[in-house]
């Protein structure tokens, strides 16, 4: 008979675990979609919903409730010391939990085809659970257990002695969250899975990100307080954001703003970009919903170039209006979609589950062996629970020249157009801050539509003698009437500006532009030049300061200082030697209980930890 149910008992313990791993605030939402997930996949929800699930967490009055047979509990520990549990297998202590563990591990694992189903693992613990069970034959029923790993074994284990719950307290020695439980427990039968979708086919606002910074204060009283005590950090990709909504072989492309873009990107599987995509995704996914970023692919230098930034070809492309063709591949640059969030399922919006079981889903959406850094390929989050760990991945990414990186919480839910503290969805990039500022000269002005100036171009200064600048970006003409006028004045001369397309004394990184015109070398202005962001070497949301008037073009700074500047900015540094902080007197204690700690290998490498604890199906034996 077929399995009424996807999970396999490896898949039950990966979500319990991160339950009674949860901080005491975010339990609620990670219990909804624990049950959520499980009901999700259910092969016959009518027989195999999430009532089955109740006797396991509510054990009182079920079949769980039998005693074990007298000698049981002693011979599965390694000593026949005498406790309480031998009266009462609820009484079981953790230590206890711990040496069984321990002995069941050095037993030989038996060969198998694949881990057991959770359905299969449920009916072998209910048919241990009879007052005529012998002892013998108690012993011979649990012998499968041998073939678990550590914390299959310890949730098998507390399973039979009814002591799931307590697992899950987050508060020792206070009120007991039975009630809590219950209460969530009845809230999401009450709410059974509605197949009728209100997002898909329909534009939506994404959720946003709030800009915090890489500094020790923000990373105490923001990251750490609605993230908790681990969270997960991923690349800032420099795109644009889209959501794409599947729906079997037709297909919707919006914008961050809500535009359909639907024609340029293709209807259909068929049709331009959609057509590309589609044979990545799984047979089985009919309709999704992804939240997505849209890239600019160079084919020659195979890398992604960002919003702004000049191709190989000295060309700068907008992603949403490129033209698409299957059989063009004389192109320099294509599109590249990076997914990081799904939000619906086959008629099932997942907006409510909790984005580390989103991203669960997000792992079965493509065949993975399909997917591709030059086409579509997942963001990569990384789990982190140390703030070297976090600063190490910052300087990383700044090494790199990336835009910057982005915080989530395991445990935030999707709120359409929201961008607030307790969301817990950060974005952090290179700040210049109010006390950074340049000196650069204004080289050449653009001309909008209607011939008149809407920005300036920047130079720094490569060379005294000759003169010459270097194109460090632009910044915006919207700028006080005063300082406006007075910028044009100085820059026309009595000649105006020059006719020709290029200058011998300016370095560009892009083809020449009919729109830009050059200043004469004898009427360039020095300006004050604040920045939000160096990237690639060009500057991110400059902003005008002041006029320097008492500067000569010759007494700007340098390519170097603009290198060297963005270099300083983009570096930081552990969180104890940051100086004008005083070192924490109370130590924010992490969210991992004390059992997790005990029933672990003693390593203390965190990413030896997050594999234990998140990718428990890979370590089981075979």
Same mark, same amino acid.
């Given at each position: 008979?077929?399995?009424?149910?996807?999970?396999?008992?490896?898949?039950?313990?990966?979500?319990?675990?991160?339950?009674?791993?949860?901080?005491?605030?975010?339990?609620?939402?990670?219990?909804?979609?624990?049950?959520?997930?499980?009901?999700?996949?259910?092969?016959?929800?009518?027989?195999?919903?999430?009532?089955?699930? =109740?006797?396991?967490?509510?054990?009182?009055?079920?079949?769980?409730?039998?005693?074990?047979?007298?000698?049981?509990?002693?011979?599965?520990?390694?000593?026949?010391? *005498? %406790?309480?549990?031998?009266?009462?297998?609820?009484?079981?202590?953790? @230590?206890?939990?711990?040496?069984?563990?321990?002995?069941?591990?050095?037993?030989?694992?038996? %060969?198998?085809?694949?881990?057991?189903?959770?359905?299969?693992?449920?009916?072998?613990?209910?048919?241990?659970?009879?007052?005529?069970?012998?002892?013998?034959?108690?012993?011979?029923?649990?012998?499968?257990?041998?073939?678990?790993?550590?914390?299959?074994?310890?949730?098998?284990?507390?399973? +039979?002695?009814?002591?799931?719950?307590?697992?899950?307290?987050? @508060?020792? &020695?206070?009120?007991?969250?039975?009630?809590?439980?219950?209460?969530?427990?009845?809230?999401?039968?009450?709410?059974?899975?509605?197949?009728?979708?209100?997002?898909?086919?329909?534009?939506?606002?994404?959720?946003?990100?709030?800009?915090?910074?890489? &500094?020790?204060?923000?990373?105490?009283?923001?990251?750490?307080?609605?993230?908790?005590?681990?969270?997960? !950090?991923?690349?800032?990709?420099?795109?644009?954001?889209?959501?794409?909504?599947?729906?079997?072989?037709?297909?919707?492309?919006?914008?961050?703003?809500?535009?359909?873009?639907?024609? =340029?990107?293709?209807?259909?599987?068929?049709?331009?970009?959609?057509?590309?995509?589609?044979?990545?995704?799984?047979?089985? !996914?009919?309709?999704?919903?992804?939240?997505?970023?849209?890239? !600019?692919?160079?084919?020659?230098?195979?890398?992604?170039?960002?919003?702004?930034?000049?191709?190989?070809?000295?060309?700068?492309?907008?992603?949403?209006?490129?033209?698409?063709?299957?059989?063009?591949?004389?192109?320099?640059?294509?599109? !590249?979609?990076?997914?990081?969030?799904?939000?619906?399922?086959?008629?099932?919006? +997942?907006?409510?589950?909790?984005?580390?079981?989103?991203?669960?889903?997000?792992?079965?959406?493509?065949?993975?062996?399909?997917?591709?850094?030059?086409?579509?390929? +997942?963001?990569?989050?990384?789990?982190?629970?140390?703030?070297?760990?976090?600063?190490?991945?910052?300087?990383?990414?700044?090494?790199?020249?990336?835009?910057?990186?982005?915080?989530?919480?395991?445990? %935030?839910?999707?709120?359409?157009?929201?961008?607030?503290?307790?969301? &817990?969805?950060?974005?952090?990039?290179?700040?210049?801050?109010?006390?950074?500022?340049?000196?650069?000269?204004?080289?050449?002005?653009?001309?909008?539509?209607?011939?008149?100036?809407?920005?300036?171009?920047?130079?720094?200064?490569?060379?005294?003698?000759? +003169?010459?600048?270097?194109?460090?970006?632009?910044?915006? &003409?919207?700028?006080?009437?005063?300082?406006?006028?007075?910028?044009?004045?100085?820059?026309?001369?009595?000649?105006?500006?020059?006719?020709?397309?290029?200058?011998?004394?300016?370095?560009?990184?892009?083809?020449?532009?009919?729109?830009?015109?050059?200043?004469?070398?004898?009427?360039?202005?020095?300006?004050?030049?604040?920045? %939000?962001?160096?990237?690639?070497?060009?500057?991110?949301?400059?902003?005008?300061?002041?006029?320097?008037?008492?500067?000569? *073009?010759?007494?700007?700074?340098?390519?170097?200082?603009?290198?060297?500047?963005?270099?300083?900015?983009?570096?930081?540094?552990?969180?104890?030697?940051?100086?004008?902080?005083?070192?924490?007197?109370?130590?924010?204690?992490?969210?991992?209980?004390?059992?997790?700690?005990?029933?672990?290998?003693?390593?203390?490498?965190?990413?030896?930890?997050?594999?234990?604890?998140?990718?428990?199906? @890979?370590?089981?034996?075979?």
């Amino acid at each position: 008979m077929d399995s009424r149910h996807k999970w396999s008992f490896n898949d039950f313990v990966t979500r319990i675990e991160e339950l009674s791993n949860t901080p005491k605030r975010f339990r609620a939402v990670v219990f909804k979609t624990f049950l959520r997930e499980f009901e999700f996949a259910t092969n016959d929800s009518e027989e195999y919903g999430i009532e089955v699930l =109740k006797d396991i967490f509510f054990p009182d009055g079920t079949i769980f409730t039998t005693p074990f047979p007298d000698g049981l509990l002693q011979s599965l520990l390694p000593t026949n010391e *005498p %406790s309480l549990a031998d009266e009462d297998k609820t009484k079981i202590r953790d @230590d206890q939990i711990q040496q069984i563990i321990v002995k069941m591990e050095s037993h030989p694992k038996d %060969s198998l085809q694949g881990p057991p189903s959770f359905e299969e693992v449920l009916e072998k613990l209910k048919s241990f659970c009879h007052d005529d069970l012998k002892l013998s034959e108690a012993i011979k029923r649990l012998e499968f257990v041998h073939n678990f790993d550590c914390l299959g074994i310890e949730w098998i284990i507390r399973i +039979l002695t009814c002591t799931v719950q307590l697992k899950l307290e987050c @508060d020792r &020695g206070k009120k007991s969250m039975a009630a809590d439980m219950h209460k969530w427990f009845n809230e999401t039968m009450a709410e059974p899975l509605n197949r009728i979708s209100s997002i898909i086919g329909e534009p939506q606002s994404p959720m946003l990100l709030l800009k915090t910074t890489s &500094g020790v204060n923000d990373y105490n009283t923001k990251i750490l307080k609605f993230c908790g005590g681990s969270f997960y !950090v991923e690349t800032k990709y420099d795109g644009e954001r889209f959501q794409v909504h599947k729906m079997r072989n037709s297909y919707k492309f919006y914008s961050r703003n809500g535009i359909d873009y639907t024609e =340029k990107f293709g209807k259909n599987s068929t049709k331009e970009f959609a057509a590309k995509i589609h044979s990545l995704f799984q047979q089985d !996914v009919a309709h999704c919903v992804l939240d997505c970023e849209i890239l !600019v692919w160079d084919r020659k230098t195979k890398k992604l170039i960002g919003k702004n930034e000049a191709a190989s070809d000295g060309k700068i492309y907008d992603v949403k209006n490129l033209l698409e063709s299957k059989d063009d591949d004389d192109r320099v640059v294509s599109r !590249v979609l990076c997914v990081f969030d799904i939000l619906h399922l086959n008629g099932i919006d +997942l907006i409510n589950w909790t984005l580390s079981a989103r991203l669960r889903v997000l792992d079965d959406v493509f065949d993975q062996e399909m997917l591709a850094e030059d086409l579509c390929f +997942l963001s990569k989050y990384t789990l982190t629970m140390k703030r070297k760990d976090f600063i190490d991945y910052y300087n990383q990414a700044m090494a790199q020249k990336l835009e910057g990186i982005v915080i989530k919480s395991l445990y %935030s839910i999707y709120l359409f157009g929201s961008r607030a503290q307790t969301n &817990g969805w950060y974005k952090i990039k290179p700040d210049y801050g109010s006390a950074h500022t340049l000196d650069l000269a204004i080289i050449a002005v653009r001309m909008d539509k209607y011939n008149k100036v809407h920005a300036f171009d920047l130079g720094a200064l490569t060379s005294k003698n000759p +003169l010459m600048f270097k194109y460090v970006g632009a910044v915006s &003409g919207h700028i006080k009437k005063l300082d406006r006028d007075r910028i044009l004045t100085l820059l026309k001369g009595e000649n105006g500006y020059l006719t020709t397309n290029e200058t011998a004394w300016v370095q560009r990184s892009v083809i020449s532009d009919k729109t830009i015109k050059y200043v004469d070398i004898k009427n360039i202005v020095v300006v004050e030049i604040r920045a %939000s962001g160096v990237m690639r070497g060009q500057l991110r949301f400059a902003s005008v300061v002041c006029i320097r008037g008492d500067k000569d *073009p010759i007494d700007c700074n340098t390519l170097k200082d603009v290198e060297e500047y963005e270099a300083t900015l983009r570096k930081i540094v552990d969180a104890d030697k940051e100086s004008g902080f005083r070192k924490r007197k109370r130590v924010i204690k992490s969210a991992v209980p004390i059992e997790l700690k005990k029933f672990h290998s003693i390593n203390t490498n965190s990413e030896a930890r997050m594999i234990c604890c998140y990718n428990i199906k @890979d370590s089981f034996y075979f």
